[in-house]
Structures are given as C-alpha cells and as structure tokens.
C-alpha cells in the first residue's frame, strides 16, 4: 500500500509537470551552434509537416518533465555547461532523460541521462557505480529546477529526485563550439558543493528563465538531504576521473571546436 501511495504521489506530479511543460517556463534558451548545411526545401518541409500530422510518436510522447541543470565533464570540473532534460518518467524508481542546448525548436540533442532511485544504485556494481553522481547538490543550491510549474510541484518533484543519482553521457559538444557531433561521447557529471558551479553560468540562466537559484534553495531548506550512497561521485574521490579518450584529438577540419572534450577548459555563459 505505501509504494502505491509513493506512485500515485509521483504520478500526480509528474501530471503537474507535464502541463507545465509545453512553455519552458516562458523563456527561450538557444543552442550553442549553428547548424551546417542548406537550408530546408520545400519537399523536406512538406515531410516534416506530414509527418507531425500523421505519425504517431509515444516515446517522444512520453516526455513530460523538463528539468534545467548544469553538468561538467569527468575529470575536468571547470569545464561546465547548462543542459536540458526532457524525461519521461518509466517506474517510480527509474527516469531516462534526452539533453539539448536549448529549448528551442533548433536544439541540438547533446546525450542522454538515466535517473535512479537510492535502492536501484545500491544494487550496481562497484566499478558501475563509479559512472553515476548525486543530486543532492544540485536539489538544495537551486541549481536543478523545473521551469514553468507551480512552485508547490517543483518543490515535491525536488523531493523525489534528491535522492536519486544519474549516469549522463555528452554526445555532441556544443559547448565547445562543435557544429557536428564528432569526437566519442564523454560522462559527465554533477556539482556536489557550493563554490563548484560558474556564478555567471548560474546567473545568466536565472535570468533567462526570470527566476532565482538562491529564493529555490531557501525554498528547499525544508527538504531532507539522504546521505550519498557510497560509490557515487567518483570524480571526488582522488582516483583518476573516468572518462573515455578522444582519439580524433582535435577537431576535425572543416568543423568548429576544442578538440577533445576532456580537455576542455571554459564554462558555457
């Protein structure tokens, strides 16, 4: 009975979220990079259209929360960028995520992020578990919200996913200025104390979204950090970060960027 109730809780927000979701919070992030290419034609046009009125899409569909955050690459924590999420909600213990560099139609789709409950993690392997961060962080700074709902749902949906922990892999660069997905997918990871995250960064995103990180974290006093689950948050542990080596080394001609993602060195503003 309690894990029904603990669902029917969770589905209720996620219907709260899911009616917020349509307007981003009422403000337009853009992508990083230009698109190459020519321009659409008529006939591409024409398919698009048809294919928005005719076909079916439950997974995309199924993409009803929007969460706003910031990332860093493994092993290179001054290498930050904002992200994202668009999730679909799977059980009451696990989330899949995509991630854009903006909520804007011409976003480009830069990786993927699973979500899993406290009780999920515990079950992984060690050397797993070494892929995955905390959220706890990034619930109480106010660093992690979810724009365009009623205050009273982002604070439960906040309440849910404190506890939880997420694996993010990058697949397209844009922060560092890449207009094409080239070099290999890099794990990224999540801010877990104050002082880690750009200033400006977060600024920059309040201001966009015409909110304050700082009012959220006030806002969440009230909820309950859990310890984290050893295992997590690798990156801080002083063994070398986990990441996977680029072996294009720098950027392919013709293609803007900074080589290997790894190695990046600026925040995204």
Known sequence: MADRSRKMRFSAVALVVATGMAGCGGSNSSSSVQSPGAPEKTGTRIL???AALIQDKPPVEALNAYLDGFH??????????EAHHYCSILSDELIQCVIFDGNVKNAKLMGVEYIVSERMFRTLAPEEKRLWHSHVHEVKSGQLIAPGIPQVAE???????????GKTWHTWHT??????PVGVPQLMMGFTADGQASADMVDAR?????????AKRKDRESIVAPPVAEGADDWQTGKPALQIADPLGAARAGHSGAGDPAQASRPRQ
Request: overall charge neutral; glycine content about 12%; cysteine-free.
């Open 175 to 180: 922060d560092l200025g890449k207009d094409l």
């Open 155 to 165: 604070h439960a949906l906040m309440q849910k996913l404190i506890g939880t922990y």
């Open 48 to 50: 698009e259209t048809g």
């Open 72 to 81: 860093f690459y493994s092993g290179r924590p001054q290498a930050q960028m």
């Open 206 to 214: 309040d201001q966009r979204f015409g909110i304050s990180s700082s």
